[in-house]
Protein backbone atom coordinates (compact mmCIF):
# COMPACT_ATOMS: atom_id res chain seq x y z
CA UNK A 1 0.00 0.00 0.00
CA UNK A 2 2.07 3.10 -1.24
CA UNK A 3 1.82 6.46 0.16
CA UNK A 4 -0.75 8.74 -1.54
CA UNK A 5 1.95 11.06 -3.05
CA UNK A 6 3.91 9.45 -5.36
CA UNK A 7 7.75 10.21 -5.53
CA UNK A 8 7.71 12.14 -8.84
CA UNK A 9 5.64 15.24 -7.29
CA UNK A 10 8.03 15.18 -4.70
CA UNK A 11 11.39 15.10 -6.84
CA UNK A 12 9.79 17.90 -8.93
CA UNK A 13 8.72 20.42 -5.74
CA UNK A 14 12.06 19.71 -4.62
CA UNK A 15 13.90 20.89 -7.57
CA UNK A 16 11.11 23.45 -8.12
CA UNK A 17 12.03 25.19 -4.97
CA UNK A 18 14.87 24.78 -4.26
CA UNK A 19 14.78 21.88 -1.69
CA UNK A 20 17.25 19.17 -3.74
CA UNK A 21 19.27 19.26 -6.79
CA UNK A 22 20.79 16.13 -9.08
CA UNK A 23 24.63 16.39 -8.23
CA UNK A 24 26.48 17.85 -10.89
CA UNK A 25 23.52 18.48 -12.32
CA UNK A 26 25.52 20.52 -15.61
CA UNK A 27 27.35 17.85 -16.65
CA UNK A 28 24.65 15.17 -16.48
CA UNK A 29 23.93 14.24 -12.97
CA UNK A 30 25.82 11.91 -10.80
CA UNK A 31 24.00 8.92 -9.75
CA UNK A 32 22.73 8.41 -6.41
CA UNK A 33 24.12 12.07 -5.54
CA UNK A 34 22.19 14.61 -4.65
CA UNK A 35 22.75 18.74 -3.57
CA UNK A 36 20.41 20.36 -1.20
CA UNK A 37 19.58 23.51 -2.23
CA UNK A 38 18.40 26.90 0.13
CA UNK A 39 15.44 25.62 1.09
CA UNK A 40 16.83 21.64 1.82
CA UNK A 41 19.84 22.68 3.31
CA UNK A 42 16.98 24.82 5.98
CA UNK A 43 14.99 21.55 6.56
CA UNK A 44 17.95 19.66 6.76
CA UNK A 45 19.54 21.39 9.43
CA UNK A 46 16.15 21.95 11.41
CA UNK A 47 15.73 17.82 11.47
CA UNK A 48 19.27 17.63 12.73
CA UNK A 49 18.26 20.45 15.36
CA UNK A 50 15.21 18.48 16.52
CA UNK A 51 17.17 15.41 16.95
CA UNK A 52 19.86 16.88 18.63
CA UNK A 53 17.85 18.68 20.99
CA UNK A 54 16.13 15.53 21.79
CA UNK A 55 18.99 13.42 22.41
CA UNK A 56 21.42 15.60 23.67
CA UNK A 57 20.30 18.55 24.73
CA UNK A 58 17.45 17.66 26.56
CA UNK A 59 19.30 15.03 28.25
CA UNK A 60 21.77 14.57 30.94
CA UNK A 61 22.61 10.91 30.07
CA UNK A 62 24.07 11.76 26.64
CA UNK A 63 26.76 13.61 24.79
CA UNK A 64 28.17 14.11 21.45
CA UNK A 65 30.99 13.99 19.55
CA UNK A 66 32.27 14.78 15.94
CA UNK A 67 34.64 11.89 14.98
CA UNK A 68 36.60 11.94 11.98
CA UNK A 69 34.94 10.30 9.16
CA UNK A 70 38.95 8.13 7.73
CA UNK A 71 39.42 6.22 10.64
CA UNK A 72 42.20 3.20 11.21
CA UNK A 73 41.57 0.47 8.49
CA UNK A 74 41.90 -2.01 11.79
CA UNK A 75 38.28 -0.40 12.57
CA UNK A 76 36.72 -1.51 10.17
CA UNK A 77 38.44 -4.92 10.41
CA UNK A 78 37.90 -5.08 14.39
CA UNK A 79 33.96 -3.95 13.44
CA UNK A 80 33.44 -7.01 11.09
CA UNK A 81 32.90 -4.80 8.10
CA UNK A 82 35.81 -5.91 6.16
CA UNK A 83 34.61 -9.46 6.15
CA UNK A 84 31.10 -9.23 6.50
CA UNK A 85 29.68 -5.63 4.93
CA UNK A 86 28.84 -7.09 2.06
CA UNK A 87 26.15 -8.25 -0.42
CA UNK A 88 25.86 -11.39 -2.51
CA UNK A 89 26.25 -10.54 -6.15
CA UNK A 90 25.62 -11.81 -9.89
CA UNK A 91 27.07 -10.21 -12.69
CA UNK A 92 25.07 -10.33 -16.53
CA UNK A 93 27.51 -11.57 -18.51
CA UNK A 94 26.40 -9.78 -21.54
CA UNK A 95 25.76 -6.52 -20.21
CA UNK A 96 28.33 -7.16 -17.08
CA UNK A 97 25.47 -5.03 -15.25
CA UNK A 98 25.38 -6.14 -11.42
CA UNK A 99 22.52 -6.54 -8.99
CA UNK A 100 21.75 -7.79 -5.74
CA UNK A 101 21.12 -11.86 -5.63
CA UNK A 102 17.84 -11.59 -3.32
CA UNK A 103 16.51 -9.33 -6.58
CA UNK A 104 16.80 -11.54 -9.25
CA UNK A 105 13.17 -13.96 -10.11
CA UNK A 106 14.57 -15.50 -13.27
CA UNK A 107 18.07 -16.34 -12.97
CA UNK A 108 18.34 -13.82 -16.03
CA UNK A 109 19.61 -10.14 -16.41
CA UNK A 110 16.66 -7.88 -15.39
CA UNK A 111 18.19 -5.28 -18.13
CA UNK A 112 18.93 -7.44 -21.01
CA UNK A 113 18.19 -10.70 -20.42
CA UNK A 114 21.33 -12.31 -20.34
CA UNK A 115 22.83 -14.70 -18.74
CA UNK A 116 23.96 -14.14 -14.50
CA UNK A 117 27.28 -15.62 -13.19
CA UNK A 118 26.94 -16.89 -9.27
CA UNK A 119 26.23 -14.70 -6.73
CA UNK A 120 30.05 -13.38 -5.47
CA UNK A 121 30.18 -11.28 -2.41
CA UNK A 122 31.11 -7.68 -2.87
CA UNK A 123 31.99 -5.43 0.08
CA UNK A 124 29.64 -2.02 0.40
CA UNK A 125 32.90 0.37 1.98
CA UNK A 126 34.10 2.57 -0.30
CA UNK A 127 37.88 2.44 -0.64
CA UNK A 128 40.76 5.05 -0.80
CA UNK A 129 44.21 5.49 0.20
CA UNK A 130 45.80 7.62 2.39
CA UNK A 131 49.30 9.37 1.75
CA UNK A 132 51.34 9.44 -1.86
CA UNK A 133 51.59 5.74 -2.33
CA UNK A 134 48.38 4.08 -3.74
CA UNK A 135 49.46 0.78 -2.22
CA UNK A 136 47.58 -2.14 0.20
CA UNK A 137 49.40 -0.62 3.28
CA UNK A 138 48.00 2.71 2.74
CA UNK A 139 44.04 1.61 2.29
CA UNK A 140 41.68 2.84 4.01
CA UNK A 141 37.87 3.38 3.94
CA UNK A 142 35.06 6.14 4.08
CA UNK A 143 33.17 5.38 6.96
CA UNK A 144 29.45 3.24 6.36
CA UNK A 145 28.23 4.31 9.62
CA UNK A 146 29.56 6.80 12.35
CA UNK A 147 28.63 4.07 15.16
CA UNK A 148 32.22 3.18 15.15
CA UNK A 149 33.73 6.54 16.32
CA UNK A 150 31.40 6.77 19.46
CA UNK A 151 32.57 3.01 20.20
CA UNK A 152 36.15 3.77 19.72
CA UNK A 153 35.92 7.10 21.31
CA UNK A 154 34.13 5.18 24.41
CA UNK A 155 37.52 5.12 26.64
CA UNK A 156 37.94 9.00 26.19
CA UNK A 157 34.49 10.38 26.76
CA UNK A 158 33.73 8.02 29.78
CA UNK A 159 37.23 9.14 31.87
CA UNK A 160 36.62 13.29 30.55
CA UNK A 161 32.78 13.44 31.22
CA UNK A 162 33.13 12.27 34.44
CA UNK A 163 29.54 10.67 33.82
CA UNK A 164 27.97 6.99 34.94
CA UNK A 165 26.19 4.62 33.21
CA UNK A 166 23.97 4.39 31.43
CA UNK A 167 25.53 6.98 29.35
CA UNK A 168 25.03 7.87 25.39
CA UNK A 169 27.21 8.93 22.64
CA UNK A 170 25.29 10.49 19.88
CA UNK A 171 26.90 11.94 16.29
CA UNK A 172 25.34 13.47 13.19
CA UNK A 173 27.80 13.02 10.08
CA UNK A 174 27.92 11.67 6.68
CA UNK A 175 28.29 7.48 6.06
CA UNK A 176 29.22 6.23 2.22
CA UNK A 177 28.07 2.53 0.97
CA UNK A 178 28.66 1.56 -2.55
CA UNK A 179 25.44 0.27 -2.81
CA UNK A 180 24.43 -1.90 -5.37
CA UNK A 181 20.63 -0.16 -6.19
CA UNK A 182 20.78 3.47 -4.68
CA UNK A 183 17.49 4.82 -5.89
CA UNK A 184 13.91 6.22 -5.41
CA UNK A 185 15.96 9.72 -4.74
CA UNK A 186 17.19 10.77 -1.41
CA UNK A 187 15.86 7.44 -0.04
CA UNK A 188 19.08 5.42 -0.73
CA UNK A 189 22.21 6.84 -1.57
CA UNK A 190 25.68 6.12 -1.50
CA UNK A 191 26.79 9.37 0.46
CA UNK A 192 24.51 9.74 3.15
CA UNK A 193 24.15 11.87 6.95
CA UNK A 194 23.22 9.56 9.82
CA UNK A 195 22.37 10.78 13.54
CA UNK A 196 23.24 7.65 15.51
CA UNK A 197 23.19 7.52 18.70
CA UNK A 198 25.25 4.69 21.18
CA UNK A 199 24.01 4.07 24.40
CA UNK A 200 26.31 1.90 26.72
CA UNK A 201 24.32 0.38 29.57
CA UNK A 202 24.74 -2.45 32.68
CA UNK A 203 24.43 -6.01 31.02
CA UNK A 204 20.99 -7.47 31.99
CA UNK A 205 19.41 -3.82 31.83
CA UNK A 206 19.79 -3.92 27.91
CA UNK A 207 16.49 -5.08 27.22
CA UNK A 208 14.66 -2.38 29.25
CA UNK A 209 16.69 -0.02 27.52
CA UNK A 210 15.53 -1.65 24.24
CA UNK A 211 12.17 -1.22 24.79
CA UNK A 212 12.58 2.62 25.92
CA UNK A 213 14.51 3.51 22.82
CA UNK A 214 12.26 1.94 20.19
CA UNK A 215 9.34 4.08 22.18
CA UNK A 216 11.28 7.13 22.10
CA UNK A 217 12.60 6.87 18.80
CA UNK A 218 8.91 6.04 17.25
CA UNK A 219 7.24 9.07 19.56
CA UNK A 220 9.90 11.64 17.88
CA UNK A 221 8.64 11.05 14.76
CA UNK A 222 4.87 11.76 15.69
CA UNK A 223 6.30 14.90 17.69
CA UNK A 224 8.00 16.10 14.70
CA UNK A 225 3.88 15.63 12.64
CA UNK A 226 4.61 12.66 11.18
CA UNK A 227 0.80 10.60 11.15
CA UNK A 228 0.58 7.64 13.43
CA UNK A 229 -1.17 5.61 10.78
CA UNK A 230 1.75 5.93 8.35
CA UNK A 231 4.62 4.63 10.86
CA UNK A 232 4.85 1.02 12.20
CA UNK A 233 7.59 -1.38 14.29
CA UNK A 234 9.15 -3.78 12.39
CA UNK A 235 10.99 -6.84 14.61
CA UNK A 236 13.85 -8.45 12.38
CA UNK A 237 14.36 -11.86 12.23
CA UNK A 238 16.97 -14.01 13.34
CA UNK A 239 17.94 -14.80 9.32
CA UNK A 240 17.92 -10.96 9.02
CA UNK A 241 19.40 -9.46 11.72
CA UNK A 242 23.21 -7.86 11.23
CA UNK A 243 26.12 -9.74 12.31
CA UNK A 244 26.46 -7.56 15.33
CA UNK A 245 22.67 -7.27 16.42
CA UNK A 246 21.07 -9.49 19.42
CA UNK A 247 17.64 -7.97 18.37
CA UNK A 248 16.42 -5.12 16.06
CA UNK A 249 13.37 -3.37 15.32
CA UNK A 250 12.71 -1.13 12.13
CA UNK A 251 10.67 2.33 12.36
CA UNK A 252 9.06 2.06 9.00
CA UNK A 253 7.31 4.90 7.16
CA UNK A 254 4.59 4.23 4.21
CA UNK A 255 6.75 5.69 1.67
CA UNK A 256 5.31 6.04 -2.31
CA UNK A 257 7.10 2.94 -2.52
CA UNK A 258 5.84 0.91 -0.09
CA UNK A 259 6.81 0.33 3.80
CA UNK A 260 10.28 1.13 4.63
CA UNK A 261 12.95 1.32 7.06
CA UNK A 262 13.61 4.95 8.60
CA UNK A 263 15.32 3.59 11.79
CA UNK A 264 16.75 0.98 13.06
CA UNK A 265 17.20 0.10 16.82
CA UNK A 266 19.58 -2.41 17.66
CA UNK A 267 20.54 -4.56 20.74
CA UNK A 268 24.46 -4.63 19.78
CA UNK A 269 25.11 -6.53 23.07
CA UNK A 270 28.73 -6.23 24.23
CA UNK A 271 30.01 -6.91 20.25
CA UNK A 272 31.29 -3.93 19.79
CA UNK A 273 33.57 -3.25 22.85
CA UNK A 274 34.51 -6.53 23.11
CA UNK A 275 35.55 -6.66 19.37
CA UNK A 276 37.80 -3.15 19.62
CA UNK A 277 39.84 -4.44 23.02
CA UNK A 278 40.44 -7.37 21.34
CA UNK A 279 41.53 -5.84 18.21
CA UNK A 280 43.43 -2.60 20.24
CA UNK A 281 44.55 -4.51 23.34
CA UNK A 282 43.18 -1.61 25.46
CA UNK A 283 40.97 -2.79 28.63
CA UNK A 284 37.45 -0.94 27.60
CA UNK A 285 35.83 -2.63 30.50
CA UNK A 286 34.03 0.25 32.65
CA UNK A 287 34.11 -0.05 36.80
CA UNK A 288 31.19 0.17 38.89
CA UNK A 289 31.76 2.66 41.47
CA UNK A 290 28.21 1.54 43.15
CA UNK A 291 28.59 -2.25 42.74
CA UNK A 292 32.57 -2.44 42.29
CA UNK A 293 32.10 -4.77 39.34
CA UNK A 294 34.24 -4.51 36.13
CA UNK A 295 32.57 -5.18 32.80
CA UNK A 296 32.21 -4.24 28.90
CA UNK A 297 28.82 -2.20 29.03
CA UNK A 298 26.18 -3.50 26.17
CA UNK A 299 25.05 -0.82 23.49
CA UNK A 300 21.53 -0.08 22.37
CA UNK A 301 21.60 1.84 19.11
CA UNK A 302 18.77 3.63 17.56
CA UNK A 303 20.40 4.67 14.03
CA UNK A 304 18.71 6.99 11.83
CA UNK A 305 18.82 8.58 8.47
CA UNK A 306 18.93 12.03 7.61
CA UNK A 307 18.21 11.87 4.34
CA UNK A 308 15.42 9.34 4.37
CA UNK A 309 13.67 11.66 7.38
CA UNK A 310 13.94 14.57 5.59
CA UNK A 311 12.07 12.38 2.75
CA UNK A 312 9.48 11.24 5.12
CA UNK A 313 9.00 14.26 6.08
CA UNK A 314 8.11 16.20 2.89
CA UNK A 315 5.97 13.29 1.62
CA UNK A 316 4.24 13.29 4.90
CA UNK A 317 3.30 17.15 4.87
CA UNK A 318 2.52 17.39 0.81
CA UNK A 319 -0.80 18.54 0.37
CA UNK A 320 -2.56 19.61 -2.67
CA UNK A 321 -5.79 21.25 -2.16
CA UNK A 322 -8.55 23.02 -4.08
CA UNK A 323 -8.82 26.68 -2.96
CA UNK A 324 -11.12 29.24 -4.54
CA UNK A 325 -11.22 26.59 -7.76
CA UNK A 326 -7.54 26.74 -7.99
CA UNK A 327 -5.16 24.07 -6.69
CA UNK A 328 -2.80 25.16 -4.31
CA UNK A 329 0.32 22.90 -3.38
CA UNK A 330 0.87 23.09 0.17
CA UNK A 331 3.66 21.73 2.78
CA UNK A 332 2.12 21.20 5.96
CA UNK A 333 5.46 20.89 7.95
CA UNK A 334 6.26 21.14 11.64
CA UNK A 335 6.94 25.17 12.24
CA UNK A 336 9.81 23.77 13.75
CA UNK A 337 11.60 22.55 10.76
CA UNK A 338 9.89 24.46 8.03
CA UNK A 339 12.64 26.36 5.88
CA UNK A 340 11.58 29.43 6.20
CA UNK A 341 9.49 30.70 9.44
CA UNK A 342 8.13 33.44 8.04
CA UNK A 343 7.74 35.52 4.99
CA UNK A 344 7.42 39.78 4.31
CA UNK A 345 5.32 40.61 1.61
CA UNK A 346 4.63 44.04 0.93
CA UNK A 347 1.01 43.91 -1.36
CA UNK A 348 2.91 45.15 -4.02
CA UNK A 349 6.22 46.95 -4.96
CA UNK A 350 4.38 50.55 -4.54
CA UNK A 351 7.29 52.86 -3.16
CA UNK A 352 5.56 53.91 -0.33
CA UNK A 353 5.28 50.46 0.81
CA UNK A 354 8.45 49.05 0.48
CA UNK A 355 10.46 51.22 3.22
CA UNK A 356 8.20 49.71 6.04
CA UNK A 357 8.87 46.09 4.66
CA UNK A 358 12.11 46.44 4.80
CA UNK A 359 11.86 47.78 7.89
CA UNK A 360 10.34 44.74 9.32
CA UNK A 361 12.21 42.21 7.33
CA UNK A 362 15.16 43.56 8.84
CA UNK A 363 13.80 43.43 12.40
CA UNK A 364 12.38 40.28 12.04
CA UNK A 365 15.68 38.34 10.53
CA UNK A 366 18.10 37.76 13.46
CA UNK A 367 14.78 36.14 15.19
CA UNK A 368 13.56 34.16 12.34
CA UNK A 369 14.49 32.50 9.42
CA UNK A 370 12.70 34.97 7.17
CA UNK A 371 12.77 36.27 3.60
CA UNK A 372 11.09 39.37 1.86
CA UNK A 373 9.12 38.82 -1.47
CA UNK A 374 7.70 41.52 -3.21
CA UNK A 375 7.68 40.38 -7.08
CA UNK A 376 4.56 38.57 -8.74
CA UNK A 377 0.81 39.45 -7.49
CA UNK A 378 0.29 38.73 -3.66
CA UNK A 379 -1.85 35.30 -4.42
CA UNK A 380 1.38 34.32 -6.11
CA UNK A 381 3.52 34.66 -3.35
CA UNK A 382 1.18 33.14 -0.91
CA UNK A 383 0.78 29.97 -2.93
CA UNK A 384 4.79 30.26 -3.20
CA UNK A 385 5.51 30.60 0.51
CA UNK A 386 2.46 27.02 1.01
CA UNK A 387 4.99 25.04 -1.25
CA UNK A 388 7.75 25.69 0.72
CA UNK A 389 6.05 24.95 3.84
CA UNK A 390 6.21 28.97 5.32
CA UNK A 391 4.53 28.98 8.55
CA UNK A 392 3.27 32.77 8.23
CA UNK A 393 3.10 35.40 5.84
CA UNK A 394 3.45 39.07 6.82
CA UNK A 395 1.74 41.00 4.71
CA UNK A 396 2.02 45.21 4.56
CA UNK A 397 -0.41 47.14 2.82
CA UNK A 398 -1.80 50.96 2.46
CA UNK A 399 -3.29 50.46 5.98
CA UNK A 400 -0.14 49.89 7.29
CA UNK A 401 1.32 52.94 6.86
CA UNK A 402 -1.96 54.47 8.52
CA UNK A 403 -2.37 52.32 11.78
CA UNK A 404 0.98 50.74 12.09
CA UNK A 405 -0.30 47.39 11.85
CA UNK A 406 0.37 44.37 9.71
CA UNK A 407 -1.37 41.36 8.67
CA UNK A 408 -0.50 37.70 9.73
CA UNK A 409 -1.43 34.91 7.34
CA UNK A 410 -1.40 31.21 8.53
CA UNK A 411 -0.39 28.77 6.19
CA UNK A 412 -2.70 25.51 7.27
CA UNK A 413 -6.15 27.61 8.08
CA UNK A 414 -5.75 30.42 5.74
CA UNK A 415 -6.53 32.27 8.55
CA UNK A 416 -5.50 36.06 9.08
CA UNK A 417 -5.00 38.40 11.99
CA UNK A 418 -4.08 42.06 12.30
CA UNK A 419 -1.32 43.04 15.06
CA UNK A 420 0.77 46.16 15.55
CA UNK A 421 4.32 45.77 14.11
CA UNK A 422 5.61 46.97 17.81
CA UNK A 423 3.54 43.00 18.72
CA UNK A 424 4.82 41.40 15.56
CA UNK A 425 7.77 39.65 17.04
CA UNK A 426 6.21 38.00 20.18
CA UNK A 427 2.85 37.57 18.44
CA UNK A 428 5.40 35.37 15.80
CA UNK A 429 7.11 33.55 18.68
CA UNK A 430 4.21 32.82 20.01
CA UNK A 431 2.46 30.96 17.27
CA UNK A 432 5.68 29.21 15.93
CA UNK A 433 5.58 27.93 19.49
CA UNK A 434 2.47 26.73 18.97
CA UNK A 435 -0.17 29.19 20.22
CA UNK A 436 -3.57 29.25 18.31
CA UNK A 437 -4.25 31.54 15.92
CA UNK A 438 -7.93 32.15 17.65
CA UNK A 439 -6.07 33.09 20.85
CA UNK A 440 -5.44 36.41 19.49
CA UNK A 441 -7.52 39.52 20.83
CA UNK A 442 -6.86 40.86 17.15
CA UNK A 443 -8.10 37.44 15.60
CA UNK A 444 -9.97 39.49 12.36
CA UNK A 445 -10.71 37.37 9.18
CA UNK A 446 -10.34 34.61 7.84
CA UNK A 447 -10.07 34.54 4.33
CA UNK A 448 -9.23 32.28 1.17
N1 LIG B 1 25.07 1.81 12.75
C1 LIG B 1 23.95 1.06 12.32
C2 LIG B 1 23.57 1.35 10.95
O1 LIG B 1 24.26 2.03 10.23
P1 LIG B 1 21.71 0.84 9.17
O2 LIG B 1 20.34 0.23 9.37
O3 LIG B 1 22.60 0.24 8.17
O4 LIG B 1 22.37 0.81 10.63
C3 LIG B 1 20.84 3.22 9.76
O5 LIG B 1 21.55 2.38 8.88
C4 LIG B 1 20.00 4.22 9.00
O6 LIG B 1 20.82 4.95 8.08
C5 LIG B 1 18.91 3.59 8.14
O7 LIG B 1 17.75 3.33 8.89
C6 LIG B 1 18.67 4.67 7.10
O8 LIG B 1 17.81 5.67 7.60
C7 LIG B 1 20.07 5.27 6.93
N2 LIG B 1 20.71 4.70 5.73
C8 LIG B 1 21.38 3.54 5.64
N3 LIG B 1 21.84 3.34 4.38
C9 LIG B 1 21.43 4.40 3.66
C10 LIG B 1 21.58 4.81 2.29
N4 LIG B 1 22.28 4.08 1.43
N5 LIG B 1 21.02 5.97 1.89
C11 LIG B 1 20.33 6.75 2.77
N6 LIG B 1 20.17 6.42 4.07
C12 LIG B 1 20.71 5.28 4.52
Known amino acids: MPANVDMEKIVSLCKRRGFVFQSSEIYGGLGSCWDYG ?118 NVITTSRKKLPLGIAQIGKSFRNEITPGNFIFRTREFEQM ?83 HSGRDLSYYDGETNERFLPYIIEPSAGVDRSVLALLIDAYHEEVVEGETRVVLRLHPSLAPMKVAVLPLSRNEKLTPLAKEIYKQLCPSFMTCYDDSQSIGRRYRRQDEVGTPFCVTIDFQSLEDNQVTIRERDSLAQIRVPVEELEKTLEAKLQGESFEASPLWATRQK
Not at 110 to 138: I, Q, W, Y
Not at 220 to 239: A, D, P, T, V
Open 196 to 278: ELEYFVKPGTDEYWFDYWVKERFDWYIRLGIGKEKLRLRQHSKEELAHYAKDCYDIEYLFPIGWSELEGIANRGNYDLTQHAK
Open 38 to 155: PMGVELKRNVKDAWWKAIVQERDDVVGIDSSIMMHPKVWKASGHVDSFTDPLVECKSCHLRWRASEINNQLCPKCGGELTAPRMFNLMFKTFMGPVEEEASTIYLRPETAQGMFVNFE
